[in-house]
Nanobody, 115 residues
């Protein structure tokens, strides 16, 4: 059993920054893949950024150069530093952990960017 808890969401003006955190607990095991996804009402949930246990990262084209994903394996925590935020970044951001064929999701944290 794995639990994921996100934090750090909020309301910011365009051009501002936020840092999201996701702490994992339970039967995690060291080798896994974690990431951030986001969803807007009426649309599908899309990948924002992912990172493996060894630090290999992947980003959506829309956030490259603005967002940075990182992780602290000792704390089982993944972070998403979001800079130069745009109104189109407004969404609920979800943390995800994948190990073998098992996928776990957090409850999400709201990010709202005003114009």
């Amino acid at each position: 059993q794995v639990q994921l808890v996100e934090s750090g969401g909020g309301l910011v003006q365009a051009g501002g920054s936020l840092r999201l955190s996701c702490e994992a607990s339970g039967s995690i095991f060291s080798i896994n893949r974690m990431g951030w996804y986001r969803q807007v009402p009426g649309k599908q949930r899309d990948m924002v950024a992912t990172i493996t246990s060894f630090g290999i990262t992947n980003y959506a084209d829309s956030v490259k150069g603005r967002f940075t994903i990182s992780r602290d394996n000792a704390k089982n925590t993944v972070y998403l530093q979001m800079n130069n935020l745009k109104p189109e970044d407004t969404a609920v951001y979800y943390c995800r952990l994948v190990r073998y064929d098992d996928t776990y999701w957090g409850q999400g944290t709201q990010v709202t960017v005003s114009s």
